[in-house]
């Protein structure tokens, strides 16, 4: 690979990420977002997260995997810390040594 096409590559990734991010911006500033729309996207984030960690705790090698899967129990005690205390990081490292002290077991 030459090194001007490495730059052709670099740049047309960088205008592939960057067009989607800059335009709804630039289309948004000089309108009004309508109030239904704005609620609408308060739940996009969590529903993102659910879909991401729900997929990583509940399927393993492509099947559903309920029976003995410590996910699900690192996964419950992360939801009652989180609840507690509202700390994102003390809910991700008692994610972490959840699975990895069950992971021992």
Known sequence: MSK??????VA?????????RVVP??????RKVPAWF???MKYVPV???SALAFKDVFI???HLDFAWNIKILAM????GVAYKTRSMALSVVTGLAAV????MI
Do not use: G, K, N, R
């Open 38 to 40: 704005s609620d609408w």
């Open 25 to 30: 911006m630039l289309y948004f500033t000089q």
């Open 76 to 79: 419950v005690l992360v939801a």
């Open 12 to 20: 047309c990734l960088f205008l592939a990420a960057y067009i989607p």
């Open 60 to 62: 393993t090698h492509e």
């Open 100 to 103: 990895f002290l069950l992971s």
């Open 47 to 49: 529903a993102l997260f």
């Open 4 to 9: 001007s096409y490495l730059i052709l590559l």
